[in-house]
C-alpha cells in the first residue's frame, strides 16, 4: 500500500455532538483507484466521517485533505456521495433528477443530459426516465441513487451504506459496477455495517468503533495477523464426543455426531489440527482458515473493551 | 458553469408549473375576476335600464303625431335630464295598448286623452314618478297657455334657474377603492401563505427525504435557499401578477368609475407582493430548516404564521379607515406593509412619504432578513430529531447533525 499514491487522506479528526464523542481522532488514507471499506457497526461514527469528507459536517479538530490540499467546494464537485439515508426527490422525473444532479455538480446542460442517458442505459433505466422516482421499485431506486453519485464522472465515490437493502443478486451487480468504475480510475470509500459483505470487493478496510480507529490495513493481512485459526473437520467413524483438545489454549466451539469445530491458537499449523483431528477418525473433510473479517473485529473490540 | 441558484430556482419553477393545482387555480384566480367585471357591467346596464311608454292617442283631440304632445316631450326631457332611456310607442286604441302591456312589450300604458295609466303586475318607482312629474309638467303648461301666458313666460315658470349648489368639505365616495385594497390584501394574504407553505414543505421534504445531503455536497445552503425562494416566488409572481391584470381589465369592463389611485395602486400591489413574499418565505424556509419531520413543519411556522395573521386582521379592522394616524405607522412597519400599504394606495390615502419610507424599510429588512436567514440556515439545514427552537437556532454557532 506505500507505494499507492494516497489521495484522500483523514487525519486525526475529532468530533463532539453536546455529550456524545462522534469522532475520536479518526484517521483513514484512501489510495488512488483502490476501493477502501469503512467498516463498524451502527453508531460507530462511519457516517459522521463521511459527512466531514463532504462538508457536511464542521469538525472539531483534525484535517481532511484531497491530494494534500484542504479540501475546497471546486474539489467537491469532483466527489460523488451517496448518503446512507438515500436522498432523491420523489415525484421528480427519473432523468430530470439524473441532469439537475450532474448540473448542480458543475456540467453544462449538454453534457449532464448526455451523462444522464448514459447512465440511464447503464442501470437499465432508459425506459423509466419519464417516471416520478417513487414509482420505481427499492431496487432500481437504489441504482438511480448510485448514478446521481456516478453522472458528473466524479474522482472520488463516498458511498454510505451501498450495500444496505440490496438482495444478494443486487449486491453482486452493484459490486461489479464499482470495480468497473475503479478501472476507470475512480477512487472508493464505502462504509458497511455488514463486515464480511465487503470484504472480496475491498482490498483494504477501516474498522471504527465508537468514534476510534480499532483496526485498518489490507484485508488479508488482517485476518491474518488474528491470534487465531479456525478448524472444522469431519470424521467418517470414531467418537467426536470424546475428543480432548492437546492444549490447553485450543478451544472446542462446536461438536456434532461427526464433525468438530476447533479455535486454535495462529502459531499452530494446519499440519497439527489435522493431527490432533485425526485423532478421532478418518477425516472425510477438514478445512482451516484464518477468521473472517466480522470476528477479527469482534475479537479486537473486545480487546478495545478490555484496556 | 450556470449559478447553483439558478439551477435551482429553475427546478422549482418546473415542478410547481407542471402540477396541474397551479394550472387550475391560475385559471380559476383570473376567471372569477373577469367574470366579476362582466358582471358587474351587465349589472350596471340594469341600472339605467330602457323603458317603454305606450301613449294612446285615439281619445285626444287635434293631432295624433306623438311629437306633438305636451305630455311626450316633457317625459322626453325628463328622461334626458334623468339619464333614463325612455321609448314612446303611439297606439290607436287603448285595447291595442293593454294587448302590448299584457305581452311585456311596453312597461305602462298612459291615456292621455282619459288622463290614466296602467301598470302590469305592480308600479314601477322610477318609472311611475317620471310619468307623474312629467304629466303635472304637461297639464301645468296646458294650464299656463289657457291663462295667456306665451311659451317664453311659461317655460320661465315651469324651468326656474335652479339653486347653484355648494358642498363645503365633501365625503369622499371610496367605496371602490376600499373594496379593491380589501380584495388586494386578500389575494396577497392568500398568494403569500399559499406560496410560503410551498417554501416551507418543501424544505422539510428535501430533509425527510435525505436529499439534503446531496444537495449540500454541491450547493450551498444560503445557495439553495435563495434558488428556491426565487423559484418559488416567480411562480408565486405569475399568478399573482395575472390575477391583478385580470383585476384591471374587469374594473375597465365594468363600467363602474373607480378613484384613478387605483390604476396606479393596483399595478403597485405586484412590487408589495414581491417584497411580502421575500420576507415571509424567507422566515417559512427558515422554520422548515428547524424540522426533521413534515408533521412539524406547521408548528415551526406558527409564529410566522400568526405575524401575519395579525397583519392580515390590522388590514380589517383599520382598512375601512385608511387615512387614520394608526393605519398610516402600522402601514409603514415592514411586516405589515405588504398587506396595509396597498390598501391604502389604491384608496389614494397614502401619501408619497408613507410609500417611499414603507417601501425603503422593506427592502431594508427583505435584504436584512435573506443575510440572517442564510447564515442560520446553513447551521439548521442539516439538524435531525426534535424540532429545533427559534431562540435556540439563533444561538447555534455549530451543526448538531450525527
Not at chain 2, 288622463?115 to 308600479?123: D, F, K, L, P, V
Not at chain 2, 388590514?315 to 396595509?340: I, K, M, Q, W
Request: charged share 20%; net charge negative; hydrophobic share 50%.
Amino acid at each position: 500500500m506505500g507505494r499507492l499514491h494516497t489521495v484522500l487522506r483523514v487525519d486525526g479528526v475529532s468530533k463532539r455532538f453536546g455529550a456524545t464523542q462522534a469522532l475520536d481522532e479518526v484517521s483513514l488514507a484512501v489510495p488512488s483507484g483502490r476501493i477502501v471499506g469503512f467498516l463498524g457497526p451502527n453508531g460507530s461514527g462511519k457516517t459522521t466521517t463521511m459527512r466531514a469528507i463532504m462538508g457536511l459536517v464542521a469538525t472539531d479538530q483534525g484535517s481532511i485533505t484531497w491530494h494534500g490540499e484542504p479540501i475546497t467546494d471546486e474539489m467537491r464537485h469532483r466527489f460523488g456521495y451517496m448518503p446512507a439515508e438515500r436522498g432523491m426527490y420523489p415525484k421528480m422525473r427519473v432523468r430530470e433528477q439524473l441532469v439537475y444532479f450532474s448540473r448542480l455538480a458543475g456540467s453544462g446542460r449538454v453534457d449532464a443530459e448526455n451523462a444522464a442517458d448514459h447512465w440511464l442505459a447503464r442501470m437499465g433505466l432508459t425506459e423509466r426516465a419519464d417516471d416520478e422516482v417513487q414509482a420505481l421499485s427499492s431496487g432500481n431506486q437504489q441504482r438511480l441513487q448510485l448514478a446521481i453519485s456516478l453522472v458528473h464522472e466524479p474522482d472520488l465515490l463516498v458511498l454510505d451504506e451501498p450495500f444496505s437493502g440490496l438482495d444478494p443478486v443486487a449486491v453482486e451487480t452493484m459490486k461489479a459496477l464499482l470495480v468497473e468504475e475503479v478501472e476507470r480510475g475512480v477512487t472508493v470509500l464505502l462504509s458497511s455495517h455488514q463486515l464480511d459483505l465487503v470484504s472480496d470487493v475491498c482490498r483494504d478496510v477501516v474498522i471504527v468503533n465508537r468514534g476510534r480507529v480499532v483496526l485498518d490495513g489490507a484485508v488479508d493481512g488482517i485476518r491474518r495477523r488474528a491470534p487465531t485459526r479456525h478448524v472444522v473437520a469431519t470424521v467418517a467413524s470414531g467418537d467426536v464426543a470424546a475428543f480432548g483438545v492437546p492444549d490447553p489454549s485450543w478451544e472446542v466451539v462446536g461438536r456434532a455426531e461427526h464433525e468438530v469445530r476447533l479455535r486454535i491458537p495462529s502459531d499452530c499449523d494446519a499440519e497439527e489440527a489435522f493431527a490432533a483431528v485425526a485423532a478421532i477418525g478418518p477425516v472425510v473433510e477438514f478445512a482451516f482458515s484464518a477468521p473472517a473479517l466480522s470476528e477479527v473485529f469482534i475479537e479486537s473490540v473486545g480487546e478495545v473493551g478490555r484496556s | 458553469m450556470t449559478d447553483p441558484s439558478l439551477l435551482v430556482a429553475r427546478r422549482e419553477v418546473i415542478q410547481r408549473v407542471r402540477r396541474p393545482s397551479f394550472l387550475v387555480i391560475t385559471g380559476l384566480l383570473v376567471v372569477l375576476v373577469l367574470a366579476g367585471g362582466v358582471i358587474a357591467a351587465v349589472v350596471d346596464d340594469d341600472s339605467s335600464p330602457s323603458h317603454d311608454v305606450g301613449i294612446v292617442t285615439s281619445g285626444e283631440p287635434g293631432s295624433t303625431d306623438l311629437e306633438d304632445l305636451g305630455f311626450v316631450s316633457a317625459l322626453t326631457n325628463l328622461a334626458a335630464a334623468d339619464d333614463t332611456d325612455v321609448v314612446t310607442t303611439g297606439f290607436a286604441s287603448r285595447s291595442d295598448a293593454e294587448g302590448a302591456l299584457a305581452a311585456g312589450r311596453i312597461d305602462v300604458v298612459v291615456d292621455v286623452g282619459a288622463r290614466t295609466e296602467t301598470w302590469q303586475g305592480s308600479i314601477d318607482d322610477s318609472l311611475g314618478s317620471l310619468v307623474d312629474i312629467a304629466w303635472q309638467a304637461s297639464a301645468s303648461a296646458d294650464a299656463a297657455r289657457a291663462a295667456g301666458l306665451n311659451d317664453a313666460q311659461i317655460s320661465d315658470i315651469l324651468s326656474p334657474e335652479p339653486l347653484a349648489a355648494t358642498v363645503i368639505d365633501p365625503d369622499d365616495d371610496d367605496t371602490v377603492g376600499v373594496l379593491v385594497g380589501f380584495a388586494s390584501a386578500i389575494l396577497l394574504f392568500f398568494s403569500i401563505t399559499t406560496f410560503g407553505s410551498y417554501v416551507l414543505t418543501g424544505v422539510v421534504e428535501e430533509k425527510t427525504t435525505g436529499v439534503i445531503e446531496v444537495l449540500l455536497s454541491h450547493v450551498r445552503a444560503h445557495q439553495l435557499m435563495a434558488g428556491k425562494v426565487v423559484g418559488i416566488g416567480a411562480v408565486a409572481l405569475v399568478q399573482f401578477a395575472a390575477t391583478v391584470a385580470a383585476a384591471l381589465v374587469s374594473l375597465r369592463i365594468s363600467g363602474i368609475e373607480v378613484p384613478t389611485e387605483i390604476w396606479v395602486g393596483l399595478p403597485a400591489t405586484i412590487g408589495w407582493f414581491i417584497g411580502g413574499f421575500l420576507l415571509y418565505s424567507t422566515l417559512f424556509a427558515l422554520a422548515g430548516s428547524f424540522v426533521s419531520r413534515m408533521e412539524d413543519a406547521q408548528g415551526a411556522a406558527a409564529p410566522i404564521t400568526a405575524a401575519f395573521m395579525i397583519g392580515y386582521i390590522l388590514v380589517f379592522t383599520f382598512g375601512s379607515d385608511p387615512t387614520s394616524t394608526v393605519a398610516r405607522v402600522l402601514s409603514v412597519l415592514p411586516p405589515f406593509a405588504p398587506l396595509l400599504m396597498p390598501l391604502r394606495m389604491v384608496t389614494g390615502a397614502a401619501a408619497v412619504v408613507d410609500v417611499a419610507v414603507a417601501a425603503v424599510l422593506l427592502v431594508l429588512s427583505v435584504v436584512g432578513m435573506i443575510r440572517l436567514a442564510g447564515s442560520i440556515y446553513a447551521r439548521t439545514l442539516l439538524h435531525r430529531g426534535s424540532r429545533l427552537r427559534w431562540r435556540d437556532a439563533l444561538r447555534r454557532t455549530e451543526s448538531l447533525t450525527g
